[in-house]
């Protein structure tokens, strides 16, 4: 029974560390005495500052090699602090070369392995996602302002909360990511029935019945989660899908198909289960599955910040002169040829393709069938009324 009450005290000395203390204000034994008692917890201070000398002990220092058992279950560290001698209202990290002075207080905090800025971080994320029901966009925000420390709680997320009319996720994204989580650890197939949205923004399903499909691997690109997964319907038998338009899920009892040639280079392990995701969304800008090409691009300067958006860190800017346009870049990468042409259909005044050709025509294709629309609407002279030729604004 001592033993049990040894280790909720532990626990309260804890909590109390890791909430109610921080950096700008570390607790002291004393300070630590006096919260439990507060809190009705009623123990002298002697016992108090044993268990925090034990629990001292059980964490590494934060800049220790080696971690603990309790620091990595826990995922939180142990700070040791003494006041600034210069700056009494000021707190000094002791350090490892440091000496601490004979009968002088320590202060201590306990912090989590995710800052509170990272979790605002997270909490946006989840805000802005319209793909999460109201519901669930609460919840998840709940929880995570509880890991925050009490001074940090309420008074960094400053997005106010969408409005269920925003938030109309007609499916189970995290059923979703369970399913497909067991689907892929067992590598075994999987039945989905997927859907589009129509005109009056309904989620109906693409097929009267569930297509069978090879999940490979889950992802998340542009603030969405996609399924990576064999499909015999394509010809590279490999598409990707939204999981929030999955709109039913099940697992069959039959083993999925090998991963795909195409598809191997992200799987740089020896087993194939750790997926690349990071160079497989570089290589398909806007999430196409089809095969990565590389690619030459002359671009405006003003679009360089789209072209790191969609392509990421991979691209290349050479100094090759377009004499058409002294002042814009060369760009050079790769990426699947119809995410490619959907950049370039979209950038069309600032960006001219160099090679290949495939993708020069995927992309006069594209702008061909676009003028088509405005050909018979346009007025004389072929410029729509209002319009400016100014792309400083992208």
């Excluded at 925000?141 to 997005?159: C, M, N, V």
Aim: with cysteine; glycine share 6%; proline share 7%.
């Amino acid at each position: 029974m001592a033993a049990r009450g040894n280790q909720l005290i532990c626990l309260y000395i804890f909590c109390i560390l890791r909430l109610d203390a921080s950096p700008e204000q570390p607790f002291s034994p004393p300070m630590v005495h006096r919260r439990l008692m507060e809190l009705g917890i009623q123990l002298d201070r002697k016992t108090v500052l044993n268990h925090i000398k034990t629990m001292s002990d059980q964490f590494p220092a934060p800049w220790d090699s080696h971690d603990s058992f309790l620091g990595s279950y826990l995922c939180c560290t142990l700070r040791r602090y003494r006041r600034d001698s210069r700056m009494p209202d000021r707190y000094i990290e002791l350090l490892p070369e440091d000496e601490t002075p004979d009968g002088s207080i320590l202060y201590y905090y306990i912090e989590g392995d995710i800052l509170p800025e990272e979790l605002d971080l997270l909490q946006s994320t989840i805000e802005i996602n319209q793909y999460l029901s109201a519901e669930k966009t609460q919840k998840m925000i709940t929880d995570i302002e509880h890991l925050k420390p009490f001074a940090f709680r309420g008074q960094s997320l400053y997005t106010a909360l969408s409005g269920r009319e925003l938030k109309k996720s007609p499916t189970d994204i995290f059923g979703n990511l369970s399913v497909l989580r067991d689907a892929i650890r067992r590598k075994q197939k999987t039945a989905i029935l997927y859907g589009r949205y129509d005109s009056a923004l309904n989620l109906s399903p693409t097929s009267q019945e569930p297509r069978t499909v090879n999940p490979y691997a889950v992802m998340s690109s542009n603030g969405y989660s996609y399924l990576i997964a064999g499909n015999p319907k394509y010809d590279n038998n490999l598409t990707n899908f939204r999981i929030d338009r999955i709109l039913e899920i099940r697992i069959l009892g039959e083993g999925r198909d090998p991963i795909p040639q195409k598809l191997a280079p992200y799987f740089q392990n020896a087993s194939q289960t750790v997926f690349q995701a990071g160079q497989y969304r570089n290589d398909h800008p806007v999430m196409y599955s089809d095969e990565s090409v590389r690619i030459h691009l002359s671009c405006s300067p003003s679009i360089i910040n789209n072209l790191l958006d969609d392509f990421g860190w991979g691209i290349q800017i050479r100094n090759i002169p377009d004499p058409e346009h002294p002042d814009w870049v060369h760009v050079a990468t790769r990426a699947s040829l119809l995410g490619a042409a959907a950049f370039c259909t979209q950038y069309c005044a600032s960006c001219r393709v160099l090679s290949p050709s495939s993708l020069q025509a995927k992309v006069v294709e594209n702008l061909t069938a676009g003028l088509k629309l405005y050909e018979t609407s346009l007025p004389p002279g072929g410029e729509a009324p209002g319009s400016s030729t100014d792309s400083s604004s992208i």
